[in-house]
């Protein structure tokens, strides 16, 4: 694939967790945290989108579990001053219909169906990204919390495909894209599976109460556990 972004530009993802690799990630790179249940993915990648809102980038959200105006709530206490011109949440909990809707603050959220409606997830994703680039957005990041959930809709296989597809998009827009899974809700198959859709990994555990975490693929070898 080819970026139409600028190929000299590079994301810096390393303030929440100071792995070098991640000081220097090229657009249309897509990533996969991986992790127990509460070890805190959704939470860093997060932190790596508000990092970027401060510097006025984009941020499109998409949330299997907390409403929309929760996400949203929770973002506008991460970075101060929060331009939501340049916010996009795509809330897949199912409520109804497809629809979407600007806040009053300027925030772009869409609804989907349900985590299952992959349709309606791409096309929320979509209007998300063009949203934010009229709205003057020409770099940002991607979250998406989580797979697990879509899994439970769906078969791996099914996930797989829709993540290509997603990197692709995210890959025309020069976006960066974070991606978390439940590591113990799935069977090692359907791990080593989704994690092929994706440039480079990051794992997250427990050790003896310490959260610590690694970095698969960006930076070729492995890198050590260390606290995070």
Same mark, same amino acid.
């Given at each position: 694939?080819?970026?139409?972004?600028?190929?000299?530009?590079?994301?810096?993802?390393?303030?929440?967790?100071?792995?070098?690799?991640?000081?220097?990630?090229?657009?249309?790179?897509?990533?996969?945290?991986?992790?127990?249940?509460?070890?805190?993915?959704?939470?860093?990648?997060?932190?790596?989108?508000?990092?970027?809102?401060?510097?006025?980038?984009?941020?499109?959200?998409?949330?299997?579990?907390?409403?929309?105006?929760?996400?949203?709530?929770?973002?506008?206490?991460?970075?101060?001053?929060?331009?939501?011109?340049?916010?996009?949440?795509?809330?897949?909990?199912?409520?109804?219909?497809?629809?979407?809707?600007?806040?009053?603050?300027?925030?772009?959220?869409?609804?989907?169906?349900?985590?299952?409606?992959?349709?309606?997830?791409?096309?929320?994703?979509?209007?998300?990204?063009?949203?934010?680039?009229?709205?003057?957005?020409?770099?940002?990041?991607?979250?998406?919390?989580?797979?697990?959930?879509?899994?439970?809709?769906?078969?791996?296989?099914?996930?797989?495909?829709?993540?290509?597809? @997603?990197?692709?998009? @995210?890959?025309?827009?020069?976006?960066?894209?974070?991606?978390?899974?439940?590591?113990?809700?799935?069977?090692?198959?359907?791990?080593?599976?989704?994690?092929?859709?994706?440039?480079?990994?990051?794992?997250?555990?427990?050790?003896?109460?310490?959260?610590?975490?690694?970095?698969?693929? @960006?930076?070729?070898?492995?890198?050590?556990?260390?606290?995070?």
């Amino acid at each position: 694939m080819t970026s139409m972004s600028d190929s000299s530009m590079s994301y810096d993802l390393s303030g929440p967790l100071e792995f070098d690799a991640l000081a220097d990630v090229r657009p249309g790179s897509n990533i996969l945290v991986s992790g127990p249940a509460m070890s805190g993915k959704a939470g860093l990648c997060t932190a790596m989108l508000a990092d970027g809102s401060r510097s006025g980038e984009g941020a499109v959200i998409m949330t299997t579990g907390d409403r929309a105006d929760e996400i949203l709530d929770d973002y506008r206490t991460r970075v101060e001053d929060l331009d939501e011109s340049r916010v996009a949440v795509v809330d897949c909990r199912g409520d109804g219909s497809r629809s979407d809707e600007r806040t009053a603050e300027g925030a772009y959220v869409y609804h989907v169906t349900s985590p299952g409606d992959l349709t309606g997830v791409g096309i929320g994703i979509t209007k998300g990204l063009e949203t934010l680039a009229n709205n003057g957005a020409e770099e940002g990041r991607f979250a998406l919390d989580s797979l697990s959930t879509m899994l439970t809709y769906t078969d791996r296989k099914t996930v797989f495909k829709l993540c290509h597809v @997603l990197s692709s998009r @995210l890959d025309s827009a020069g976006y960066v894209g974070l991606f978390t899974i439940d590591s113990e809700a799935h069977d090692d198959q359907t791990i080593q599976v989704i994690k092929q859709a994706f440039d480079g990994m990051i794992e997250i555990r427990d050790n003896d109460g310490a959260r610590e975490a690694r970095l698969l693929g @960006l930076a070729g070898q492995p890198t050590d556990w260390r606290e995070c």
